[in-house]
């Protein structure tokens, strides 16, 4: 925990002076500083005196008895005098809106609380360096009290406490006692720490809305549906996580708003300044969004297509068509007008919601195909063809204001925690895209379970959401555990994956990351660029440091002691590097989506950096298996996530079997593909993933490979061609990739990929003597 205090005046950049007497609001932070001052938090309100807290804490209760059991009545007239001018001088201040650092974004402070110091010395040079301040900085005094509004009731509450014989932290205990704090509790701020909410800051209107029985479970006689309006037998146990109340993605939602309110939920950068959201408005803006959905003809257990980068836009349609009673359907940027179409008219879309002008080309494209679409949302920029039902966001959160919290509670009361609440669209070998049906009780039970996992603090976490939000993985990370943790969600920019990352990554120093291995891959081959033009004795300390890393993070795995030097490789190197990525207050480092590179792992093991692989499917909700800081091995994709189970079917004398899961995050379904279900549900209702795979003695899961993979030769020999590409792969670092041929042929053959680069000396060497090394190393490997 660390704590932070904000002034009652600002500090000029640059400047050290103390502006703020004794006039502050003390901040309870519950993590470290997030980069550019933004962290999440909660604000507490407790008067400060002569620098110490009125609330309880051991030293202050050794100095002083708590006089919070004074009554009313022992209070005489100098007293309340006192208590009068206090009350005063926080309604002033209440009133002021500071501007900090010349920042166009504004803090709405608390109401800020003052008392004088006792001593009279300290008291007068306190005095004397705020009236020098003052008189620098004109154009801030007219927005505060006045200095000589200050120095007059300081002076007059000395006097009073030298009549009196009282101290002042006894006189502002009894003030609490006459409940003077209640004026604080009733302006709560909506700055969070140090957070700087944006100047158009509103106060959302309250939304009356009941989640009372959406989470009792429907029930049914199947655990699988096809159907969009169909139940499903949760797959709950007796035990730990598998046995946790069943609860809708509304309710979950509707709770963290309500415990932290004011805590950072959104920002994203526009124009150079970050535009924020707190819980409570993100939670106004969703119901308001949800109403205008209705309004526009959203029609329940519909679709919402969503089709854009990331934005808090995307998140409050995701969410808003939930609460309306449709399903949320990400639909990706690069998708064509065609592929669009198909998605739009599979889920069977009332509502697009689009980023730009040119995602809405693909859509009016293709509208005349697509008889249940009715309306066009573009969120971002101008609409620059204006035609019937095409709307600006602006436009699109006004829409609905007529719709009452009554019909929106109507729909909410649709929700179920075995009900479909969002589509995921996958591709497959062949064929159009499935709709992966997920229900409230799939995403809200694995984002508790993955929460848990990692031990997120609420309202804690910060993370960067720049992963494709139309994939299960972003869409947990970015939507489904911050509004189960309240983590503050920063959004990159569009061009992310381009090269900005980075610099967002630096600005916002999430506390997790999560990355698709080439975004792990980008980030080791921009360190080794960089480390090629360091000196020789940096490159020799990197090199010795690395060793040490890749041995201590051995020792972390094996559960033994750490190296000699482990700690000063920390602080030479490894502490930096994390900052260079902006990853220095990154608890867990993941990679998930595809196999990962066992030099990429090293790389990153050698900078104690553990990345862990996380395994899973769309189907599955996401995650299935994943290690962790405590529990992992290199190139392992970990133990089964609490709650889940895994089974081997069919295996081989080796171990290999196929990969089939259970759990509460295994899907509902297909939606409207009965054929698909059967193909995908073995005879027990374990879903197959079609994924090789082997356990260890220590119960770690390992990939090996696809079943549809296997190569059969003529010969009739069944081979995995996974492994021996792995092995070409290391054993030949000017390989970047290969793949084995030989199904149905007499032989094996494998097409090589060779790394791009010039070296000068290979160059010497023809490729055809090259090849021809290279493959005689392999063979003799």
Not at 98 to 109: A, H, P, Q, V
């Amino acid at each position: 925990m660390m704590e932070a205090e904000s002034v009652g005046v600002p500090k000029e950049a640059g400047d050290s002076s103390d502006l703020s007497s004794s006039f502050v609001t003390k901040i309870n932070v519950t993590s470290e500083g997030a980069a550019d001052g933004h962290v999440t938090g909660k604000v507490d309100d407790e008067v400060i005196v002569n620098g110490h807290s009125d609330s309880s804490n051991e030293d202050n209760n050794k100095k002083e008895p708590s006089t919070d059991n004074v009554k009313i009545e022992d209070i005489n007239q100098n007293e309340r005098v006192l208590t009068e001018k206090i009350e005063s001088v926080s309604m002033k201040t209440e009133e002021s809106n500071i501007s900090k650092n010349g920042s166009k974004e504004e803090i709405r402070e608390d109401v800020i609380t003052k008392g004088p110091d006792t001593d009279d010395n300290e008291t007068n040079a306190k005095t004397a360096a705020e009236t020098k301040q003052n008189e620098n900085h004109d154009t801030i005094s007219k927005n505060l009290i006045t200095e000589e509004d200050k120095t007059n009731t300081l002076q007059e509450i000395d006097l009073e406490n030298k009549n009196e014989n009282k101290n002042v932290e006894e006189i502002v205990s009894e003030a609490k006692t006459v409940e003077i704090t209640k004026t604080i509790q009733e302006t709560k701020d909506l700055v969070e720490n140090d957070v700087v909410l944006q100047k158009e800051i509103y106060e959302p209107k309250p939304v009356l809305l009941s989640v009372e029985g959406i989470d009792e479970v429907i029930p049914a006689d199947s655990w699988s549906t096809t159907k969009r309006d169909g139940t499903v037998k949760i797959r709950m146990g007796t035990k730990g996580n598998q046995a946790d109340k069943p609860v809708t993605l509304i309710t979950v939602f509707k709770k963290t708003s309500e415990r932290a309110p004011n805590h950072l939920a959104l920002a994203v950068k526009r124009d150079s300044i970050w535009k924020k959201w707190t819980y409570k408005q993100y939670y106004a803006d969703v119901c308001a969004a949800a109403k205008s959905f209705i309004k526009l003809g959203l029609e329940a257990y519909h679709g919402v297509g969503i089709l854009g980068f990331n934005s808090p836009e995307w998140l409050i349609s995701d969410l808003g068509c939930i609460f309306a009673g449709g399903f949320a359907t990400g639909i990706y940027a690069t998708n064509t007008p065609e592929a669009v179409e198909y998605v739009a008219k599979h889920s069977e879309a009332n509502v697009l919601v689009v980023e730009n002008n040119q995602q809405l080309q693909k859509i009016l494209k293709v509208w005349p195909n697509l008889p249940c679409l009715r309306a066009v949302v573009q969120y971002t920029g101008e609409v620059a063809e204006r035609k019937d039902n095409v709307y600006s966001w602006e436009e699109f959160m006004k829409v609905g204001k007529d719709v009452t919290d009554q019909q929106l509670q109507e729909r909410i009361n649709l929700a179920r925690p075995n009900k479909c609440c969002t589509l995921i669209y996958t591709s497959g070998t062949t064929g159009d895209p499935k709709g992966v049906m997920l229900s409230h009780d799939n995403v809200t039970w694995t984002a508790s379970c993955i929460s848990k996992l990692f031990e997120f603090n609420f309202g804690s976490e910060v993370l960067a959401s720049y992963l494709p939000l139309s994939h299960i993985a972003a869409q947990l990370n970015d939507i489904l555990i911050p509004v189960t943790m309240a983590s503050a969600v920063y959004f990159a920019q569009p061009d992310a994956l381009k090269g900005s990352l980075l610099g967002t990554l630096q600005e916002v120093r999430p506390t997790g990351f999560f990355g698709v291995p080439r975004v792990w891959e980008k980030f080791y081959e921009g360190i080794k660029i960089k480390a090629r033009s360091s000196g020789a004795l940096k490159k020799k300390i990197g090199m010795w440091a690395k060793g040490v890393g890749l041995k201590g993070s051995h020792a972390m795995m094996n559960k033994q002691s750490m190296p000699f030097g482990w700690g000063l490789a920390n602080t030479l190197v490894f502490k930096k590097a994390k900052t260079a990525l902006g990853l220095d207050r990154c608890r867990f480092f993941m990679s998930g989506a595809a196999p990962i590179m066992k030099e990429t792992l090293e790389f990153f093991y050698s900078l104690n950096m553990q990345l862990h692989e996380v395994y899973g499917m769309s189907e599955s909700t996401g995650p299935h298996t994943v290690g962790c800081n405590e529990d992992f091995k290199i190139c392992s994709v970990g133990h089964n996530f609490p709650g889940s189970e895994t089974k081997l079917a069919n295996p081989d004398e080796d171990g290999n079997g196929e990969i089939c899961m259970w759990g509460r995050h295994v899907f509902m379904g297909y939606l409207n593909a009965p054929e698909k279900n059967n193909e995908i549900f073995d005879e027990e209702n374990w879903l197959k993933t079609g994924d090789l795979g082997k356990h260890d003695a220590q119960g770690f899961l390992f990939i090996t490979g696809r079943i549809k993979e296997l190569i059969i030769t003529a010969g009739g020999e069944n081979i995995a061609p996974v492994p021996m590409e792995d092995a070409v792969k290391e054993a030949l670092p000017c390989i970047n990739n290969c793949m084995l041929i030989g199904d149905k042929r007499k032989f094996l053959s494998m097409i090589l990929c060779l790394k791009v680069g010039f070296f000068p000396l290979v160059m010497l060497v023809p490729l055809q003597t090259l090849c021809i090394s290279n493959c005689m190393l392999v063979k003799r490997k």
